[in-house]
């Protein structure tokens, strides 16, 4: 690949970066690996170090709400933080279980106030419960 494709790749990748996507790991991933190929190896640095710090929030964030769940573990807004990091990680399955036992908890929570957050939250105007994709 010539010296202008290189350019022109770095360009594409950094315009998609300005655009905030919710998971830039993977741009600063590919771009990376194009200022390595063309030995600017700064900036191949600093994109490295950004994607492990993507990485590390996403641990922080995962290790936090179990952390929030062992200390109250009938607490719907340890299993809400739980649902949006499995989510952002890529772990829809476990995401859902985690919605799901949210709801759960609000369900069984005596405080009114939890259960208005529910409705206000999950449920649209036709009283139907929605998963919105708060995250995005």
Do not use: C
């Not at 790991?25 to 700064?42: C, D, E, P, Y």
């Not at 573990?73 to 399955?93: C, I, R």
């Not at 759960?104 to 206000?120: G, N, T």
């Amino acid at each position: 690949m010539d010296a202008q494709r290189y350019d022109e790749a770095i360009s594409h990748y950094t315009t998609a970066l300005s655009l905030n996507p919710p998971s830039p790991q993977g741009i600063l991933i590919k771009r990376g690996k194009v200022f390595m190929a063309t030995r600017s190896w700064k900036p191949a640095l600093d994109d490295a170090n950004q994607v492990r710090h993507f990485f590390l929030v996403e641990v922080i964030l995962l290790i936090h709400h179990r952390q929030v769940i062992m200390l109250d573990p009938s607490s719907p807004w340890a299993y809400e933080m739980k649902h949006v990091a499995l989510h952002e990680t890529g772990e829809y399955d476990d995401a859902v279980d985690a919605f799901e036992a949210m709801l759960s908890k609000i369900a069984q929570s005596p405080d009114p106030d939890v259960q208005r957050e529910l409705y206000l939250r999950y449920y649209d105007r036709d009283g139907l419960f929605t998963l919105v994709d708060r995250a995005r």
